[in-house]
């Protein structure tokens, strides 16, 4: 008798895949996504804003370092073969072929005969207008300080300089408090650091968590 129930359990599964509805299944793309192509030397970076109407997925490609944005993309599908992203350039068709996983995509670059590894995540675009909103100087211990503002050079987001290891980075917003920094100001990935901040019921930011790679999460009040 189990094994009848589930049986048609699997088979009730098979049935609700078979005949969901398409656009159910590109969902999941929906959404602004921030990554760069990797060059070995240098790296390239690029920014996606995908959209699901119905069965259609449309968007707009952004290509910072070449002061272009919202080019329209030629296509865009999301199958059991992975995401393909397609956009018209001067120099020929770009190609962005890869995999989701999560909130990640990750595949090959090509465009003529060049060929390279590109890595998008899901993000959410920063508004230059809330860059006060994390703009201050965080102590995270009793002789070290994060301090934290806008940087014109990149988007109008925020720029953090750590007091104690002199270190400096762009950091990139997952959601309205999730925030990274990859390993320098040209490259995303690795992510290296992690901040989360805290905001109060008005919703003012008073502290953040700060993380470097595997080190220790120090909390940090801002001054």
Known sequence: ???TIILLGIIGLLHFNHNAPAHAFQQPLAGDWIGQIDFGQSWQRVNFHLHVTGEKITG????PR??????PLKQVTFDSDGVLIEWQGSSGVAVYKGQLHDDEISGQFQQGEIKQPFRVVRTRMFDPKHSTRYAGSYRV?????????PFSENEDRPVFFDSMTRRTGVLYALSET?????????NLFPMEVRVSFDRNERGEVEGLS?????GPTLMGKKV
Not at 60 to 63: A, F, G, I, R
Not at 66 to 71: D, E, G, V
Not at 210 to 214: A, F, K, P, Q
């Open 210 to 214: 700060w993380r470097e790679s595997n």
């Open 60 to 63: 707009t490609v952004d290509l």
């Open 178 to 186: 999730e925030f990274f920094s990859g390993p320098s100001y040209g």
């Open 1 to 3: 008798m189990r094994r």
């Open 66 to 71: 070449q002061n272009r944005y919202a080019l």
């Open 141 to 149: 211990s009793k002789d070290r300080f994060i301090d934290i503002g």
